[in-house]
């Protein structure tokens, strides 16, 4: 019993990881304040299901789940090329609820409130993933890719240049660089990511509903980020891991289920003060929060 709620933290961990990974590239190491974070998430979940109750294989619906969030963090880049600072924030925090608007709406598509239920559970070239070991197997699979693949960036010169623009805007476009292509290029790739997250999420709980994707998702994803750090990796894995399984061991508290979820929240924001309070970079945060 416990050994299969110890597996379910551990895949609730891993698709948190890929999305605060990938918010950490625009947050971090390129400066985007990007609160539109869950929409993108929820893009996946949402894209990954209404293909493969369409009868797509899931491979191709991944893939094309990713494809997707690319594309909207192509055209939130776009759309928000002139703006800066609380000005993105507030632009994608705005398309996060154009988003969920749309899943609560298009009922055609995605029904709505009624949320997609039997989702199917992966087939990978033949692999059937039926039980939740092998699940967990797939999702640290995909987090040691996209581990790698933003540690091979953020260690790059094409890195070296995203935290250039991050720092000084100005003087990378004095320098003849294109800042808003790298702007396009860091906002695309940080979208595929969350929405393959999105699609892990998906067909892991095999149904999904507007309910998933909050406001409050928005502010753990973030706080988790700026917990471990901004532009740090390892940070975000550690408080990533941190802040979930302390906040679900306030289910062993002697405490009356209706206080569970309260009590949860109000030590988890503590525990987020505290940390700000005495590391106001984080646990292994390279940059100030400003």
């Known amino acids: 019993m416990f050994a299969n709620y110890l597996i379910h933290i551990l895949i609730t961990v891993g698709y948190y990881l890929i999305l ?3 918010l950490n590239l625009t947050l971090g190491y390129s400066g985007i304040l990007n609160l539109g974070h869950v929409a993108f998430f929820a893009v996946g979940a949402y894209t990954s299901a209404i293909l493969t109750k369409s009868g797509l294989p ?14 909207f963090g192509f055209f939130v880049a776009l759309f928000t090329k002139r703006l800066k600072g609380d000005y993105i924030a507030l632009a994608t ?29 992966p087939n990978i070239f033949g692999w059937q993933i039926h039980s939740n070991v092998g699940y967990l197997v797939f999702v640290s699979v995909m987090v040691l890719l996209c581990f790698l693949l933003l540690y091979r960036i953020v260690h790059s010169r094409y890195g070296s240049l995203l935290q250039a623009a991050r720092d000084d805007e100005i003087g990378l476009s004095a ?37 998933n994707f909050f406001l409050s998702d928005i502010i753990l994803i973030v706080s988790m980020v700026i917990v471990g750090g901004l532009a740090s990796l390892r940070g975000s894995v550690l408080a990533t891991f941190s802040l979930i399984f302390f ?13 569970v979820g309260p009590a949860r929240l109000i030590i988890y924001a503590l525990l987020l003060l505290l940390i700000l309070l005495y590391k106001p970079r984080g646990l292994f945060g390279k940059i100030d929060l400003q």
């Open 247 to 259: 906040t679900e061991s306030v289910r062993f508290l002697p405490l009356p289920p209706g206080i």
């Open 93 to 121: 925090l705005g398309f996060s609820f154009v988003v969920l608007s749309f899943i609560n709406n298009l009922r055609f598509l995605t029904r709505g409130p009624y949320g997609i239920a039997g989702i199917e559970k």
């Open 175 to 211: 320098l003849g660089k294109n800042v808003f292509r790298l702007r396009v290029q860091v906002m695309a790739l940080s979208g595929a990511l969350a929405s393959i997250a999105g699609s892990i999420f998906a067909h892991y709980i095999t149904y999904i509903h507007p309910s």
């Open 20 to 22: 605060v990974l990938s």
């Open 58 to 71: 899931f491979v191709a619906s991944f893939l094309l789940a990713g494809l997707m969030g690319g594309v």
